[in-house]
């Protein structure tokens, strides 16, 4: 699906033709709807793919004609029934008149800007848009961690009774979740220091105390990640010594029942 997006009067408006100043939005795009766009902008084939790829890395790469950033953004999966976190590729291709973005599916992180409840967003202020996305992006990762940490602490809860096989997927699950966090986080963090040094994209004295903003809030979401990690291991551990502990409780009664049974 593609759609088109200008700021007009101030506000976000969908148009159906791209024109000098808007925002190009691919969700989940067939392969014409690939190589139309291909065509028309000049835009490699392979770059527009790419972000479809969930197994992309995160980078940005400079051409001739625009410059593509590659970073990870956090998506609710079903996974057992249950929705839990994972991550997959956004892709943001900026040019000289317009900006694109290619993403396997809708996304949290762009639907408040077309919806238009960001403020201070212009399509065509194409540097700040890359910031303001993101700064979203780093922000959507400290709120599922955040669920993460509440779903964490009910766990902590049902280990004081007995536990059971569906309290030890989740939280394989929840560490699973923790691992793609963690390891997204941290290229992203790597694609934000070269986004400082790289010359095709221009900086503007306003967008300095955004950067350093996004910077800050990727490196939180980082911290955060690590402790939530630490927490849960630590969950882990002693999910494990209470399993083992009514264990050795059950085989310490098999063995009175046995002597007992063995006395007649």
């Not at 976190?85 to 993403?103: A, H, K, Y």
């Not at 997927?169 to 790597?190: A, G, H, W």
């Not at 105390?209 to 002693?238: C, P, R, W």
Request: charge should be negative; include cysteine.
């Amino acid at each position: 699906m593609v759609r088109i997006f200008k700021t007009i009067d101030s506000s976000i408006h969908e148009i159906q033709e791209p024109e000098e100043g808007c925002w190009v939005a691919l969700t989940n795009p067939t392969a014409t709807e690939i190589f139309q766009i291909s065509e028309r902008f000049g835009i490699e084939v392979d770059d527009l793919r790419a972000p479809l790829d969930e197994e992309e890395r995160a980078r940005i790469e400079a051409e001739d004609n625009y410059t593509l950033i590659l970073v990870d953004i956090p998506v609710i999966e079903e996974r057992n029934e249950k929705d839990w976190f994972g991550t997959v590729p956004l892709g943001i291709i900026i040019s000289e008149d317009m900006i694109f973005t290619v993403c396997l599916e809708e996304t949290p992180v762009l639907d408040a800007f077309m919806d238009g409840r960001v403020r201070n967003f212009f399509t065509y202020k194409k540097t700040r848009f890359i910031l303001q996305i993101l700064y979203r992006n780093a922000s959507m990762y400290l709120h599922y961690l955040r669920i993460l940490d509440k779903k964490s602490e009910l766990m902590e809860q049902k280990l004081h009774g007995s536990p059971k096989n569906q309290e030890i997927i989740e939280l394989l699950e929840m560490q699973k979740s923790l691992v793609y966090f963690t390891t997204s986080l941290r290229v992203n963090e790597v694609v934000l220091e070269k986004l400082l040094k790289i010359d095709s994209i221009k900086k503007y004295p306003e967008d300095t105390d955004l950067l350093e903003e996004v910077i800050t809030e990727n490196k939180q979401a980082i911290e955060m990640a690590n402790v939530y990690s630490g927490i849960l291991n630590g969950t882990m551990d002693a999910f494990a010594s209470i399993i083992s502990n009514n264990m050795n409780i059950v085989m310490k009664v098999l063995a009175i029942i046995t002597i007992v049974m063995s006395i007649p």
